[in-house]
């Protein structure tokens, strides 16, 4: 099996980190990405994954004081508020099937974070759906608590706070899916911590390795589920080609895996982006057509990934589009009503990421106070213009109108969290060992609670539009 390769294999690989300060500099980047994504694998993959038996019983709720009270609006909270801002619950009063005239549109991606005495929406560590993960991180030893008192705050608008109660009605008899890499992962187990204050789930499907679950709120008969897909179309990951390992991307291959569930899928979220920028093979029509980080050892012509991942990212929306059309092609008889894809969410290592380079901001930026890098800048935009092409061509397509395709675009408000990520917090008690002995960071995926459920607030009013 290549994953167990991958694992047997992973120690060489860092023994091989420490011939890499010979390397030429670009190099050096590419293969400390590499390892990094090993890595933070490697972490996915071995979590004690708890049998699916053990996680059937449903949990109980868990218990956010503000949404089990009859005066929700005014929340206790354990802070000294001098003016506590009211939770927002005007999600409550809308639902898609009335026909309450939708909120003005806004640009949800420009604003800044303001503090927020408001206790956290939820209790990480009260959260079934991640107590075996990396980001539960208050559980996980995490002392600091500052990063849970922000909220966003876009420049013209405002964003109302998330409603389990809202979005549960929507969701009742609908099925959201959450297809990408371990970002997806991150913000659908967000949604699901979320949705948890009101209403237990019971996890009701899970692989061995937690790529691939299904959670069901059975008080609402609504589905949350996560397939495991980083590139979105088929592919091998870190496949081995001349002892080198690479992925191998086939860009006119589709993911069945997901794919293939379309017909039985409501809303989906595709969250991608972070596997494409490592060292990767690109196969089209049976040919190796380029490669991204390899051109030297494999003789390939060397392509950029932001070409590739827009190539992807089109071909995946314009097929989801053709399955549509197609009844019974998608294996069901109706396909997506609504697929956001949420935009590149930045990572925030100070160094190598596969040094131990840690994230050791405490608050996030300011507006204005960092710019957004050029990836981070090309990687957003690709999905931003991928998402209203898409939009706009089902809307132009008449048996199609009731495909609605938008951007969750997130990229600027996670750029500015740099104190969001688990940090050595991705592992339970991580200087039990003795302060001073090296430890693993994870600046890269987020916290829960933390910046990623601003993630799911944002979906929330992209449903609701
Ligand atoms: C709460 O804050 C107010 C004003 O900032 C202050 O006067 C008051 O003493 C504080 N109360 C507590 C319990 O700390
Ligand atoms: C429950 O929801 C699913 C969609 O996730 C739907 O197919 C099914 O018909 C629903 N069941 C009932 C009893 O409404
Ligand atoms: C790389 O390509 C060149 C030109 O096509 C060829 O001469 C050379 O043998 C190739 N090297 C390898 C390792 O395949």
Redesign the pocket.
Known sequence: MLFANFLKTHQQQLQNDKQLLLLPRRQLVTYALYALIAVALLYLFVDPAAPASSSAKPSPPVAAPWVQEEDELLPPSPLNLSSPRPYNYQGDERSLTTTAPPPPPCDYSDGEWVPDPRPPPYDGAACEAIKDDGRSCAANGRADTGYLHWRWQPRRCDLPDFSPAAFLRWLG???MAFVGDSLARNQAESLVCLLSAWSPPELVHRDPDGRFRRWVFREH?A?VSIFWSPFLVRGVEKSERAGVRYNELFLDAFDERWMSQLGAIDAAVLSAGQWFRIPSVYHDGGAVVGCYGCAAELNHTETSFFAVFRDVVGRTLAEITRRRHEKGGGGGDKTPQLVALATFSPSHFEGEWNKGAPCTKKRPYRKGEKELGYTETEMRKIVVEAAAAANAAAAASSTSTALRFAALDVTALADMRPDGHPGPYMRKNPFAAGEGRPVQNDCLHWCMPGPVDTFNQILQQTILR
């Open positions: 008899d609908r099925h008969n589905t």
